[in-house]
């Protein structure tokens, strides 16, 4: 039977077990349970292709506990420490939100005035959207992974090998981003904004970078820990897959070449990419 399945779902979930020895000889993950990864990003509200990704996941995971006797974990990752890039059409008091964009989203004030934050806000409409579905999932804050120090430890090793990291990534960069380019996006402590800077230094030995902020046009040093800084997406990805050891996570077709850049730097790092499949998008005409 195990052969003949060949409905996507059940595809999907043999690609896993055989990451883990195939169905004879399954060797359970060393965390005791195989984690099954969605995201969200938290700019805006969640839409259609919030609800797509989690339901089509969701149904991979149903597949593969119906194959395997293995505890499984749904979690959906919400990107609420990147900084506000614009301002949404579809939020009230709008113009509060100008003096804080670039800051996390979880820094800003709620435009809806109903929650601690912008980004608090839209994270309560996605667990209450996928609630209202009865899906099983735990939520993951990126604030807190960062600020509570659960990623501390692969952000410590990101540091030490940020050169083979920059070697991966800047052959993928336009000539005048390759000058600026780190890994590392530093918070200002001056006006709480995610800055793109160039870093003067990388200082391993200390856990910190040295980079001037344009707030003061001062010279600081910063430990990469603690919540003091996130790092660029692609880095970001690839980071959170290695700290929280995800074995599945699919993405949209727009993300194909962010995955395979992620893949490629959590090899460099001697870590495994999660088994992953792409989707099409959904089309509004």
């Not at 052969?3 to 965390?31: D, M, Q, T, Y």
């Not at 030995?205 to 003091?228: L, M, Q, R, Y």
């Amino acid at each position: 039977i195990y052969g003949s399945l060949i409905s996507w779902p059940f595809i999907e979930a043999k690609k896993i077990i055989e990451n883990f020895g195939g169905l004879n000889n399954f060797s359970e993950p060393i965390k005791k349970y195989v984690l099954f990864e969605t995201g969200y990003g938290p700019s805006g509200l969640p839409h259609i292709g919030t609800f797509g990704e989690v339901v089509r996941t969701s149904m991979v995971k149903n597949a593969f506990e119906a194959l395997v006797d293995c505890e499984t974990k749904l979690i959906t990752f919400s990107d609420d420490m990147d900084g506000l890039r614009k301002i949404p059409d579809n939020v009230p008091n709008k113009n509060m939100l100008e003096k804080y964009i670039g800051q996390p989203l979880t820094s800003i004030p709620d435009p809806f005035e109903k929650y601690e934050s912008f980004g608090h806000h839209n994270n309560a409409k996605l667990c209450s959207f996928l609630d209202r579905f009865k899906f099983e999932y735990e939520f993951v804050s990126s604030t807190n992974k960062y600020k509570s120090g659960d990623f501390d430890k692969t952000l410590t090793t990101i540091l030490e090998n940020y050169e083979e990291i920059i070697s991966v990534i800047l052959p993928t960069l336009r000539s005048e981003r390759k000058q600026t380019y780190s890994p590392f996006l530093p918070i200002s402590a001056v006006n709480g904004v995610v800055l793109q800077v160039k870093i003067e230094e990388y200082r391993p030995k200390t856990n910190s970078i040295i980079f001037i902020d344009p707030a003061n046009n001062k010279k600081t040093e910063i430990e990469v820990t603690k919540g003091n800084c996130k790092l660029q997406w692609k880095v970001d990805w690839a980071m959170r897959w290695m700290s929280l050891d995800v074995d599945y996570e699919m993405c949209g077709k727009d993300l194909i070449e962010s995955f395979d850049l992620a893949s490629k730097i959590c090899r460099v790092m001697k870590n495994k990419p999660p088994v992953n499949l792409i989707y099409e998008m959904f089309l509004d005409e």
